[in-house]
């Protein structure tokens, strides 16, 4: 558990995803969602923290083999930047799917 904190407190990123999930999480216990719309958040969370955090330890390992410049580690970086993105699209679909109606219905 504190090695997860430390990472936390050093990347960014994972510090945005541990606000938006709070966020996440407070609002599906506003809206009182179903245990299938939990387990699709859920998932979703778990989705992005876990694609996060091989993409630091994916760099980190590059990082701590060289600090030249090569091409591949280079590609190697992006693509596990990539996996973050795709895994944050497919959570921010959940989202949409979970929590627009809800959201249209106070609208109304």
């Known amino acids: ?3 997860i904190k430390d990472f936390i407190n050093r990347e960014q990123n994972l ?3 541990t606000i938006i999930t709070i966020v996440v999480v407070t609002v599906g216990f506003k809206f009182n969602i179903s245990l299938v719309e939990w387990a699709l958040v859920i ?3 778990m989705m992005v923290f876990t694609s996060e ?5 994916i760099e980190i390992l590059i990082d701590s083999y060289t ?3 090569h091409p591949l580690a280079k590609v190697a970086k992006d693509t596990a930047a990539a996996g973050v993105l795709v895994s944050a699209f497919g959570a921010a679909a959940v989202g949409i799917y979970v929590f627009l109606p ?3 219905s106070l609208i109304k």
């Not at 955090?53 to 330890?57: A, P, Q």
């Open 1 to 3: 558990m504190q090695r």
């Open 15 to 17: 510090l945005f995803h």
């Open 43 to 45: 998932f979703a969370i």
């Open 53 to 57: 955090l091989l993409n630091s330890s």
């Open 67 to 69: 600090n030249k410049f």
């Open 102 to 104: 809800r959201f249209i």
